[in-house]
Each structure stands twice: as C-alpha cells, then as structure tokens.
T-cell receptor
Framework: DTAVSQTPKYLVTQMGNDKSIKCEQN?????MYWYKQDSKKFLKIMFS???????INETVPNRFSPKSPDKAHLNLHINSLELGDSAVYFC?????FGGGLQETQYFGPGTRLLVL | RKEVEQDPGPFNVPEGATVAFNCTYS??????FFWYRQDCRKEPKLLMS???SGNEDGRFTAQLNRASQYISLLIRDSKLSDSATYLC??????????????FGTGTLLAVQP
C-alpha cells in the first residue's frame, strides 16, 4: 500500500564513501523529486524528473547524481560523501494535471544520512 | 532573505485554543499555495491548499493575500494531535514538471493538555 517508498531508512557512513538511496512510487505519477532537509529542518528541492527526464537541478554539487530507470523510480547516488551531506533526504512524486490544477506532492518516509 | 518566511515558534497553546500562523513569500510569480504538516521524524504531508478566496477544512482555515504576499493558517479548538510543524509552501514554475515547491522553515506547534 506504500505510495512512495525509500531505502534505506537510515544510512551511516564514513566521509569519502559513495552511497545510493532508492525511491519508488506506485501512484502512477509522472514526476518525481529529491529534497534535502538539513539540521535546521529547512526542506529544499534538489532535483525533479518527469518521465525519466531531468527537469530541475537546483545547483546541487555534481557529486549528487540522480538516475531514473523508469518513471516509477528515482535513485540518488552520492559520491565522495562529506560531513555537510548529513541530512534527511526525501523523495516525492506528483502528477501534473495541467489546466492550472494544483497537484499534491506525496513524500516518502525519508532517508536519514549521517556522514562521520 | 528566504523566499518563504515563517515564525519558527514554538507556539505553546492549551487544548481548545485558537492559534494562527503567518507566512510571507517574496516571489510574486508564485502560483499556488499550500500548508503542509510535518510530524517529528516523519515526512511532510499536505494539510490543505490555499485558495485566493480563502478556504476552510473543518477546524482549519487558510487565507491568501496576493497583494501583500501573505498566507495564514488558523486552527480552532486545538487538539493534542495538532502538535506538529506547519510548513508554508508556495509553488513557482512555468508549468508541468518545471514547477517546484518552495518550503518555509516551518512553525512548531505544541498543544498542551
């Protein structure tokens, strides 16, 4: 029944490592997103994809590379992890209806990343 | 200056109280407006959209003033279960997947028994 799921839920790793976070949505939505929520709880968009195509890239360091194998999946790979990457990463999805209708974004449960 | 500004709180109120949160946004191209709710260590969830004419959903009333670029949320008869962080959110973009949500830093509400 889970609409947007992420794995892993927790990730503790050393600086310099490479790690991936996976996201899947079963809502049939066309658009998926990655957000980062820092220690001050500020939630900021990183990327959006529509039908596997990158649409938004919010000047995120190129150590972060999203990949969308199909429209139901959007994974986030992070190279050379840094202390400042410690945060909660949320995946989300939405369906744009057009015509000015306001779509809702559905968020996954988050992945808590701690870089030591 | 942040694109969406909120008073971080915390707002500590007794059960049954009425509480109001305010939010201002700086981008005049903002198209849509929302209030999201985020419980501790959980994901944000949509509470309600905010329409130009104002709208109500049970104990929750949202107002939008485009001229002043101001959004508000009123919660009447607060319940313990209302304790959460309330995120003011605006949507900007050029349509379709170019749209993005800009989140405020949230206002923490703690309803006391």
């Amino acid at each position: 029944d889970t609409a947007v799921s992420q794995t892993p839920k927790y990730l503790v790793t050393q600086m310099g490592n490479d790690k991936s976070i996976k996201c899947e949505q079963n809502l049939g939505h066309d658009t998926m997103y990655w957000y980062k929520q820092d220690s001050k709880k500020f939630l900021k968009i990183m990327f959006s994809y529509n039908n596997k195509e990158l649409i938004i890239n919010e000047t995120v360091p190129n150590r972060f590379s999203p990949k969308s194998p199909d429209k139901a999946h959007l994974n986030l790979h992070i190279n050379s992890l840094e202390l400042g990457d410690s945060a909660v990463y949320f995946c989300a999805s939405s369906q744009e209806f057009g015509g000015g209708l306001q779509e809702t974004q559905y968020f996954g449960p988050g992945t808590r990343l701690l870089v030591l | 200056r942040k694109e969406v500004e909120q008073d971080p709180g915390p707002f500590n109120v007794p059960e049954g109280a009425t509480v109001a949160f305010n939010c201002t946004y700086s981008n005049s191209a903002s198209q849509s407006f929302f209030w999201y709710r985020q419980d501790c260590r959980k994901e944000p969830k949509l509470l309600m959209s905010v329409y130009s004419s104002g709208n109500e959903d049970g104990r929750f009333t949202a107002q939008l003033n485009r001229a002043s670029q101001y959004i508000s949320l009123l919660i009447r008869d607060s319940k313990l279960s209302d304790s959460a962080t309330y995120l003011c959110v605006v949507r900007i973009g050029y349509g379709g997947a170019t749209n993005k949500l800009i989140f405020g830093t949230g206002t923490l509400l703690a309803v006391q028994p």
